[in-house]
C-alpha cells in the first residue's frame, strides 16, 4: 500500500464520488478509479459499495477513513522535518572533549551556538582521558572533539589549531608569593607542588614542557598528584601548595579572589586548542562547504559550529595571563602542545648537537636575541623534534660577552655556531667569513635597527672642558675595540680629520657600575646604548657634540656558521622563531621592561629608553625590533668604513653572498 494511494482514497470518501475526487487531484476520472481498484486489490476486501452512479464505504473503508488521515499527518510531519533538516533548522550534534575545555572554554562556544540554532540538539560529553576522547571520535560516538591535546599523529583525525590557552603556577592568595608578577620554575622547586593525575592534559602539557627544557619532576623536593580538581583547591588553599594548571580550570576561584594565577617564564607563550574529527568526516564537512557555497544549502550542525568558531568569543583571560593571540599567522608562535599516542615509545641512544649562541645580555637592543629567549626557554621549546631530528639531544650554551669583537672571534674559529653582533663587527664577521677557507658565516635576519644611528655616542665627564668632537685633538678616547662605538668613532674622527691627532684605546668592557673607571684615564668615551646612557643617567658624564659625521642606521643582526646553515637548517629557522617569539613576548607583555630590568639589574627607564616593541611606538634614539635584513644599510657603512684606512678591506665584501634570507620566510611554516 503506498501513501498516495490512501490519499486519493481519503478524496474520494470525503466526496463520495470519483468524479469530484478526480477534480480535486487534479487526475482524470480513469485514474482515480485505477488507484482505488489496485489499493482494494492490494487489501483484498472492497472499500466501497457501488450503487448505480452512488458510492458509500464498506466497514474498512470507515475504518481506513479514519486511520488513514493520520497516516497522512505523520507523512507531513516526515517531509517537514527532513525539509527543516535540508535547511539546517532542525538535527542533533554530539560533541566530546576534555575537563578544562568543557568547562572553561566551550560554555560560551555553546551558548552562543544555541542561541542561534535553537532547533539542533546539541549533547557535550566530558572525557577524563585523551584516549577515551580519541576512541570516541574513532567509533563516531561524537561528530567533534575539542581538546587541548594534539593528535596529528593519528592519520585517521582530522586536527585543526582554533584558539589558544595560558598555563602557569596557581597559589593560594594568602601565599607569599601571591604579589609576583612573573616566576620562573628554577625558583620554584623548593616549594610543594600538587598536580593532576598522570594523563591528564594539564599534567601532560607541564612534563612536556619539562622535557623540553632538560627538567624532569624528580628534580621537585615535593609533588603530590591528586584526583579532582576541588582536592588541588584544597591543598592550594589549606597546605601553601603551588598548583599548575591551565587558565581555564580555576577561573572561577581566581575570580573570587580565592586564588591567584602567577605566569611562568617557561610558559609564556600558549598552548593550543584543537578541534578534532574523524578525517572522512572532515572531508565531507568540507565538501558541504563547497557544496553550500555554490548551492546555497544550509550546513549541517557540526558544519554551523565550525563555521561559528571564529566569530564566537570565548570567555577573556582570567588574572594576570595575557590574552592569547588567535590570529592564524600566529598560530606556530606558541609551546608545542604535547601529542597523544598509543604507540609505545622507543628507547633510542641520541645523538648530540652542542649549540654554542655567543649573545650580549647586558646590551639592551639585543635582549630579544638572547636574554629573553634564553630565560623563557623559547629556544628548547622550538627546535625540530622530529623525523631526522628526532633522536638528537640538543646542549644549548649559552656565552654572554660585553661586546662583539669575541663572538667575532669565535665564529671565525668555529668555537660559536650563532652570534649576536652589531654593525661594524658584523661586517667584521662577513669580512672573516670571505676570508677564512674554513669557518663561513651567513647573516640571517636582523634583531633590532635604530634608523637614525643616535645609539653610539661620545661622552666625557662632566668637569671636562672638552665641548665638541674637534676638541679630542692630541688627546685619549677610550672605546670598545672592534665594536659598533669603534665604528661609529672611526667614522668621527675621519670626517674631522682627526685619525692621526687622537689616540684609539681600548675600553676594558666591567660591569655598569664600573665601567668607565680604568687606570689608564681617558679624555672621552665611546660606547654603545645603553652604556652612555647609563653613565648620563647617573650623572656623571655628558655628551660630546659632533656636528662633523653624518649618522648612519644603527642595527643588530644574527650570523650564523656556515656549517649550521647548510647542515641544519631547521635549527637556524628555530632560533629565528625563537627571536620572533621574544619580540612578540617584549611587544605584548606590560611587564616585560621591569623583567628585563631585573634581569640585567638597569633601571627600567633606561630599558624602556632603547629598546622599544615596534616601530610604530618607536622615538628618536630607540631601537624598535625588527628582523627583516636591510642590505642597503649594509652597504652604505660598508661604503662608509671602506673609506678610512684600515678598513679598505671591507671594500671587497660580496654581501649578496654573504646574507642567506631565505630562512626568514619559513617561520611560519
Not at 486489490?41 to 464505504?57: A, D, M, N, T, W
Not at 488513514?68 to 516526515?78: D, P, R
Not at 594548571?245 to 591567584?260: D, K, Y
Not at 629567549?373 to 627546535?383: A, M, N, T, V, W
Amino acid at each position: 500500500m503506498e501513501v498516495y494511494q490512501v490519499r486519493v482514497f481519503l478524496e474520494v470518501a470525503r466526496h463520495l464520488s470519483f468524479t469530484e475526487a478526480a477534480d480535486a487531484l487534479n487526475l482524470t476520472q480513469p485514474a482515480v478509479s485505477a488507484k482505488i481498484k489496485s489499493l482494494e486489490s492490494e487489501l483484498g476486501v472492497p472499500l466501497f459499495y457501488r450503487l448505480g452512479r452512488k458510492i458509500q464505504l464498506t466497514e474498512v473503508g470507515q475504518f481506513l477513513l479514519e486511520e488513514g488521515v493520520k497516516l497522512i499527518a505523520v507523512e507531513n510531519q516526515l517531509l517537514q522535518k527532513i525539509e527543516e533538516i535540508k535547511k539546517g533548522k532542525f538535527g542533533n550534534l554530539r560533541i566530546g572533549t576534555t575537563g578544562a575545555i568543557a568547562h572553561g572554554w566551550l560554555p560560551d562556544i555553546l551558548f552562543t551556538y544555541r542561541q542561534t540554532y535553537p532547533r539542533i540538539q546539541t549533547q557535550c560529553q566530558v572525557f577524563q582521558s585523551p584516549e577515551e576522547l580519541y576512541r570516541a571520535i574513532v567509533t563516531q560516538q561524537i561528530d567533534l572533539g575539542i581538546s587541548d591535546i594534539n593528535y596529528d599523529e593519528f592519520a585517521e583525525i582530522s586536527t585543526v589549531v582554533i584558539d589558544a590557552v595560558h598555563y602557569g603556577v596557581f597559589v593560594s592568595a594568602s601565599h607569599t608569593l601571591a604579589s609576583q608578577p612573573w616566576l620562573s620554575l628554577h625558583d620554584l622547586k623548593h616549594y610543594p607542588w600538587v598536580l593532576q593525575p598522570s594523563g591528564s592534559p594539564s599534567r601532560l602539557f607541564f612534563e612536556a614542557r619539562l622535557a623540553e627544557l632538560g627538567l624532569a619532576l624528580a628534580e621537585f623536593d615535593q609533588v603530590e598528584t591528586i584526583d579532582t580538581l576541588s582536592l588541588m583547591r584544597t591543598y592550594m588553599e589549606r597546605g601553601n601548595y603551588l598548583g599548575f594548571a591551565s587558565e581555564l580550570e580555576f577561573r572561577s576561584e581566581c575570580e573570587s579572589g580565592i586564588l591567584v594565577s602567577i605566569p611562568l617564564q617557561e610558559f609564556s607563550l600558549p598552548g593550543n586548542i584543537f578541534l578534532l574529527s574523524l578525517k572522512r568526516l572532515s572531508d565531507s564537512l568540507e565538501a558541504c562547504v563547497t557544496c553550500t557555497k555554490r548551492r546555497s544549502v544550509e550546513p549541517n550542525p557540526a558544519q554551523k559550529l565550525i563555521n561559528l568558531l571564529p566569530q564566537a568569543k570565548p570567555i577573556e583571560s582570567s588574572s594576570q595571563f595575557p590574552k592569547p593571540v588567535t590570529t592564524p599567522s600566529a598560530s606556530w608562535m606558541r609551546l608545542r602542545s604535547p601529542n597523544f599516542t598509543l604507540r609505545p615509545m622507543a628507547i633510542q641512544r641520541p645523538d648530540r648537537l652542542t649549540l654554542n649562541i655567543g649573545i650580549q645580555n647586558s646590551t639592551i637592543p639585543t635582549v630579544t636575541a638572547g636574554l629573553i629567549i634564553q630565560r623563557l626557554g623559547l629556544l628548547e621549546h622550538f627546535l625540530p623534534q622530529e623525523k631526522r631530528y628526532s633522536n638528537i639531544h640538543y646542549q644549548i650554551q649559552w656565552c654572554d660577552f660585553p661586546t662583539g669583537a669575541p663572538i667575532v672571534e669565535g665564529l671565525a674559529t668555529g668555537q660559536l655556531n650563532i652570534g649576536i653582533l652589531g654593525d661594524y663587527p658584523l661586517l667584521l664577521s662577513a669580512l672573516q667569513s670571505q676570508q677564512s677557507e674554513v669557518c663561513s658565516t651567513r647573516l640571517v635576519s636582523f634583531v633590532a635597527i635604530n634608523p637614525d644611528g643616535s645609539c653610539n655616542a661620545v661622552i666625557v665627564p662632566h668637569a671636562s672642558r672638552l665641548q665638541q668632537i674637534e676638541d679630542l685633538r692630541g688627546r685619549v678616547i677610550a672605546v670598545p675595540l672592534r665594536s659598533s662605538a669603534h665604528g661609529m668613532v672611526l667614522r668621527s674622527l675621519n670626517a674631522a680629520n682627526l685619525l692621526e691627532d687622537v689616540t684609539v684605546a681600548s675600553l676594558k668592557h666591567g660591569n655598569a657600575a664600573t665601567l668607565f673607571d680604568f687606570e689608564q684615564a681617558a679624555d672621552g668615551y665611546a660606547h654603545f646604548a645603553p652604556f652612555h646612557d647609563i653613565a648620563c643617567h647617573r650623572g656623571q658624564f655628558r655628551y660630546l657634540t659632533d656636528r662633523t659625521t653624518e649618522p648612519l642606521p644603527a642595527f643588530y643582526g644574527v650570523v650564523v656558521s656556515g656549517d649550521l646553515a647548510d647542515h641544519y637548517p631547521d635549527v637556524v629557522v628555530a632560533y629565528l622563531q625563537a627571536l620572533a617569539a621574544a619580540q612578540h613576548w617584549y611587544d605584548t607583555t606590560p611587564a616585560a621592561a621591569s623583567l628585563i630590568s631585573r634581569w640585567t639589574k638597569l633601571e627600567a627607564e633606561i630599558v624602556h629608553r632603547i629598546l622599544s616593541g615596534s616601530q610604530q611606538t618607536a622615538t628618536s634614539g630607540r631601537f624598535f625590533a625588527e628582523m627583516q635584513i636591510r642590505p642597503d644599510w649594509l652597504s652604505t657603512h660598508v661604503a662608509a668604513l671602506s673609506a678610512i684606512p684600515g678598513n679598505e678591506s671591507l671594500q671587497g665584501l660580496n654581501l649578496d653572498r654573504w646574507i642567506q634570507s631565505e630562512f626568514m620566510p619559513k617561520l611560519a611554516a
